[in-house]
């Protein structure tokens, strides 16, 4: 089974709004984490990323902070822009490299 | 830079017809990848390449899928015969570390 698993989307907000989306993993050991986004017609970017546990990724106002207590890594942005929406996905590395990814949460932003 | 290039973005097929799909790796990136994104899910790893060998092929459905990458640069991911499951994104990405790019994908619709 997937062992990243994200918040139900879609995520409609208005611009300024705080966002949250919230993602969870089950591994053994301490894996690097990741969240990639995916632009309307466009391949999965990365968004941000952390290595080891208390490490905070941040990027483009977006923040995440690995938390190996609660195994979870939630995505935070202050103040979303109608340019954020897209879809946001979760991931979680594995062996030889390979990335697991949660089912994507997709964001709406209105004006 | 360039970036990973895939072609064709879009592809419409009838059942049981062949079908390949091209990926062009980020110069000097070792490691390639090509992962199948059903609608609304999250990207899953099909193969990976670490240069022209495949070190990980346990996901890819061997009757009829097959993938090469002769030179250790290009692949090509092909389906013969596609069936109506196969209707999905096909991502190609690749890395030299931790990081992995995404190309935008090839849409394939099987009728």
């Known amino acids: 089974g997937n062992s990243v698993t994200q918040m139900e989307g879609p995520v409609t907000l208005s611009e300024e709004a705080f966002l949250t989306i919230n993602c969870t993993y089950t591994a053994t050991g301490y894996p690097s984490l990741f969240w990639y986004v995916q632009y309307p017609g466009e391949g999965l970017q990365l968004l941000l990323k952390a290595t080891k546990a208390d490490d905070k990724g941040s990027n483009k106002g977006f923040e995440a902070t690995y938390r190996k207590e609660t195994t979870s890594f939630h995505l935070e942005k202050g103040s979303v822009q109608v340019s954020d929406s897209a879809v946001y996905f979760c991931?979680?590395?594995?062996?030889?490299?390979?990335?697991?990814f949660g089912h994507g949460t997709e964001l709406s932003v209105k004006p | 830079e360039a970036g990973v290039v895939q072609s064709p973005r879009y592809k419409i097929i009838e059942k049981k017809q062949p079908v390949a799909f091209w990926c062009n790796p980020i110069?000097?990136?070792?490691?390639l990848y090509w992962y199948l994104q059903n609608l609304g899910q999250g990207p899953e790893l099909l193969i990976r390449y670490e240069n022209e060998e495949a070190v990980d092929d346990s996901q890819l459905p061997k009757d009829r899928f097959s993938a090469e990458r002769l030179k250790g640069v290009d692949s090509t991911l092909k389906i013969q015969p596609a069936e109506l499951g196969d209707s999905a994104v096909y991502l190609c990405?690749?890395?030299?570390?931790?990081?992995?790019?995404f190309g935008p994908g090839t849409r394939l619709t099987v009728t």
């Open positions: 991931a979680r590395a594995s062996q030889g490299g390979k990335l697991i």
């Open positions: 990405a690749s890395s030299s570390g931790y990081e992995q790019y």
């Open positions: 110069s000097g990136h070792n490691t």
